[in-house]
């Protein structure tokens, strides 16, 4: 009943942050529940709040005012608490720079190392975020010389292949069997994105290392 109430009210948002707040909130409400073990007082409260921006907050100040007796829920806050330190305190490492930029990015699951070949072909309209709206693979790491060519599915509308640095842009097109492609010569990182789905998370990243 709770999350119900909860989502409705963040129908507002943008999808990925609605699905990301409801992924977090489904976990908060997880441990809450263990930890509250169906103490009724606390769920009363959180549905009493209007802000429902602040899930953590909730699930914390809950376990707070009931005084739950337990030592793990303790435990697991602190946890929860260290891990989100040290992720915030490394700000400027590229691992942590391509998190954030896949962070809406289902499909993302690391770089495909295909370094040593001439050609990569990557997807476009593949299948992975809500239908046909991802590039596959989204990550790629390739060497020096490598020509990527982008295939369109044909599926999920029109895409496009368009650098976030401005080096380079497809035609935004429907077509399956169209292709776009560039040779990438030197070593450098880019990221890269199709501009209807891009907040949903169709972006790309292509990574040229010797
Ligand atoms: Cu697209």
Known sequence: MTRNRAGDGRDSLPTFSRRQTLRAAGAAAVGTATALAGCSTGEAGSDATPTDGETGGTGESNGTRTGAPTESAEGAQTETTEGAQTESAETETPDEEWESWFGPTDNYDGFADRTGEAEVTVMVGADGIEGPHAYEPTAIRVSPGTTVVWEWTGAGGTHDVIAEDGSFESELVADEGHTFERTFDETG??????????????????VVEE
């Open 189 to 206: 990182t880019t990221k890269y994105f199709c501009t209807p789905h891009r907040a949903m998370g169709m972006r790309g990243g292509v």
